[in-house]
């Protein structure tokens, strides 16, 4: 197995600040500070910049290993139909275990994702604790909280629609006996997201200025409460929060293959998206592996070559439809940006959404650092629009999302992907599940997307999901024993 990158230390822990992160000018870089001015937090938590640090400690652990590589890949891509494991048969086969659904609760990226999804919580949870009690400018406090809410539902949503009930834990543990809490239903879970973002949508500007692009919106806390509002089939909610987020501005960035390239971060169309930069002579700061673990691997392209597109995904696409090369590198291509891929390797696709240019790469640094990951854009709101639109027998306004997000991809061309003109509920549920699992390709959706719409065992069932079962995956093993039985396992494993 490869040997990683030296990964940030814990930013926010219960007791202490380590390795504080800030945003720094237009650019957004991080900057990592000394680990040896450590403050204790006994010592922290007392002025704005103290707060300052804090919420950007917690946006910069966003894009940490456990967050944005391996285990966010096993968890929330490798059960897809539309991906196989990649790079040679031997490197990380564990991952063939999440995509037969052989995975089971000792699995380490389990772990890993779900103690990178419970450290992210600490951190929204300290700053939510914490700061109140600081004397500062009271917008930028307010401000602050509702940002941390947001943060806080985002790392929810990732372990819920992963294991359904899991411990919800909204304030830092004071005694040894709040340590150890049981799983809570889902339904809570899912409850307790909605007011988060309900709160930090009222609060939350529509936009910031070039110093705080990259912080999270008012439009990134309604796009995601449509998205957890459509994984509980509240279509009315769905179209609530769709149609809001349709009136902020936010449109359809004109060239799809270059919407992901990291000349475009934050465009017209990206509502939220994980911040990732290449810090000069940091290294350490420049610690994302996003692009690094999906890249063209072999000594052209300096990837691992993980998380590739599968045969059935280049299958998928329309006749002409661009998103197919704009979605997928292929052995053999030369890329928008000259980039001469090998016509042979380990395999013969790669993503080409966390492709970053080879001309970028700087040696001493993780291939692609600079690549941020489009968490929430626009065209996944339409979608959500239309679908909610026609569960609700609006078929007109459905049709009218579904339209826009076909035409940008036709891109003037008449000949190819003609506008829907499906009335027929069914019929028309069936085009805008396709036209997501296409649009949102590769973007990590598509696993959870197929288990919400209840076709698990027809897309999955051919490589071993289970109904009953692989709706969700195991809790993490370690966790089971270090709850000394408090927590309980998934149904199946």
């Given at each position: 197995?490869?040997?990683?990158?030296?990964?940030?230390?814990?930013?926010?822990?219960i007791?202490?600040?380590?390795?504080?992160?800030?945003?720094?000018s237009c650019?957004?870089?991080?900057?990592?500070v000394?680990?040896a001015?450590n403050v204790a937090?006994?010592?922290?938590w007392?002025?704005?910049?103290d707060?300052?640090q804090a919420?950007?400690a917690?946006?910069?652990?966003l894009?940490?290993?456990?967050n944005?590589?391996f285990?966010?890949i096993?968890?929330?891509?490798?059960?897809?139909?539309?991906?196989n494991?990649g790079?040679t048969?031997?490197d990380?086969?564990f991952m063939?275990?999440f995509?037969?659904?052989?995975?089971?609760?000792?699995?380490?990226?389990?772990?890993?994702?779900?103690g990178?999804?419970?450290?992210?919580?600490n951190?929204?949870n300290q700053?939510?604790?914490?700061?109140?009690?600081i004397s500062?400018d009271?917008s930028?406090?307010?401000?602050?909280?509702?940002e941390?809410?947001?943060?806080?539902?985002w790392?929810y949503f990732?372990l819920?629609r992963a294991?359904?009930?899991?411990?919800l834990?909204?304030?830092v543990?004071?005694?040894?006996?709040?340590?150890?809490?049981?799983r809570?239903?889902?339904?809570?879970?899912?409850a307790?997201?909605?007011?988060?973002?309900?709160?930090a949508?009222?609060?939350?500007?529509q936009?910031?200025?070039?110093?705080?692009?990259?912080h999270?919106?008012?439009g990134?806390?309604l796009a995601?409460?449509a998205k957890?509002a459509m994984?509980?089939?509240k279509?009315a909610?769905?179209?609530?929060?769709?149609n809001?987020?349709m009136g902020?501005?936010?449109?359809?960035?004109a060239?799809?293959?270059?919407?992901?390239?990291?000349?475009?971060?934050?465009?017209?169309?990206?509502?939220?998206e994980?911040?990732?930069?290449?810090v000069?002579?940091?290294?350490?700061a420049?610690?994302s592996?996003?692009?690094?673990?999906?890249?063209v691997?072999g000594?052209?392209?300096?990837g691992?070559g993980?998380?590739v597109p599968?045969?059935?995904?280049?299958a998928?696409?329309?006749?002409?439809?661009?998103r197919?090369d704009?979605t997928?590198?292929?052995?053999g291509?030369?890329?928008?940006?000259?980039?001469?891929?090998p016509?042979s390797?380990?395999?013969?696709?790669?993503n080409?959404?966390s492709y970053?240019?080879f001309?970028?790469?700087v040696s001493?640094f993780?291939?692609?650092?600079?690549?941020d990951?489009?968490a929430?854009r626009?065209a996944?709101?339409?979608?959500?629009?239309a679908?909610a639109?026609?569960e609700?027998?609006?078929?007109?306004?459905?049709l009218?999302?579904?339209?826009?997000?076909?035409?940008?991809a036709?891109?003037?061309?008449?000949?190819i992907?003609?506008a829907?003109?499906?009335t027929?509920?069914?019929?028309?549920?069936?085009?805008?599940?396709?036209e997501?699992?296409?649009e949102?390709?590769?973007e990590?959706?598509?696993?959870?997307?197929?288990?919400?719409?209840?076709r698990?065992?027809?897309?999955?069932?051919s490589?071993g999901?289970?109904?009953?079962?692989?709706?969700?995956?195991?809790l993490?093993q370690?966790?089971?024993?270090l709850?000394?039985?408090?927590?309980?396992?998934?149904p199946?494993?």
């Amino acid at each position: 197995m490869k040997n990683r990158k030296k990964i940030l230390q814990r930013a926010l822990g219960i007791s202490a600040i380590a390795c504080i992160i800030m945003f720094q000018s237009c650019k957004k870089s991080f900057l990592n500070v000394n680990p040896a001015g450590n403050v204790a937090s006994s010592q922290f938590w007392k002025t704005q910049s103290d707060a300052t640090q804090a919420v950007s400690a917690m946006y910069a652990n966003l894009h940490e290993w456990s967050n944005i590589a391996f285990a966010s890949i096993a968890v929330e891509s490798m059960g897809s139909d539309d991906v196989n494991k990649g790079s040679t048969a031997a490197d990380a086969a564990f991952m063939n275990d999440f995509h037969n659904f052989s995975a089971n609760s000792g699995e380490g990226q389990i772990s890993d994702f779900w103690g990178g999804e419970y450290k992210t919580i600490n951190f929204a949870n300290q700053i939510l604790d914490n700061v109140p009690a600081i004397s500062m400018d009271a917008s930028l406090k307010t401000r602050y909280l509702a940002e941390a809410k947001f943060i806080r539902a985002w790392a929810y949503f990732r372990l819920v629609r992963a294991f359904g009930d899991v411990p919800l834990r909204l304030h830092v543990p004071k005694s040894a006996t709040e340590y150890n809490i049981p799983r809570t239903p889902k339904a809570q879970v899912w409850a307790a997201i909605e007011t988060d973002l309900t709160d930090a949508a009222a609060v939350l500007p529509q936009t910031y200025s070039a110093v705080d692009v990259g912080h999270v919106t008012k439009g990134a806390a309604l796009a995601l409460h449509a998205k957890a509002a459509m994984y509980q089939a509240k279509w009315a909610d769905v179209l609530t929060y769709t149609n809001q987020v349709m009136g902020l501005g936010y449109s359809l960035f004109a060239n799809y293959e270059q919407m992901f390239r990291t000349n475009n971060k934050n465009n017209s169309e990206s509502i939220f998206e994980i911040q990732c930069n290449l810090v000069p002579n940091n290294p350490d700061a420049s610690n994302s592996q996003y692009s690094q673990v999906q890249g063209v691997d072999g000594s052209t392209g300096g990837g691992w070559g993980f998380n590739v597109p599968s045969a059935s995904l280049a299958a998928a696409y329309e006749a002409g439809d661009p998103r197919r090369d704009a979605t997928i590198i292929f052995r053999g291509e030369t890329t928008p940006e000259g980039d001469v891929i090998p016509a042979s390797g380990n395999s013969t696709m790669y993503n080409q959404k966390s492709y970053v240019p080879f001309s970028l790469y700087v040696s001493g640094f993780n291939e692609g650092c600079q690549q941020d990951k489009i968490a929430l854009r626009y065209a996944d709101v339409l979608l959500m629009n239309a679908e909610a639109n026609n569960e609700l027998g609006n078929i007109t306004p459905a049709l009218a999302s579904l339209e826009m997000v076909r035409a940008r991809a036709r891109a003037g061309n008449a000949a190819i992907l003609p506008a829907v003109t499906l009335t027929d509920k069914t019929a028309l549920r069936t085009a805008i599940w396709n036209e997501r699992h296409i649009e949102l390709a590769m973007e990590f959706d598509r696993y959870f997307d197929v288990i919400r719409q209840g076709r698990g065992t027809a897309v999955f069932g051919s490589r071993g999901w289970t109904a009953g079962k692989n709706e969700v995956w195991p809790l993490p093993q370690n966790e089971i024993d270090l709850s000394a039985g408090t927590l309980t396992q998934n149904p199946g494993y």
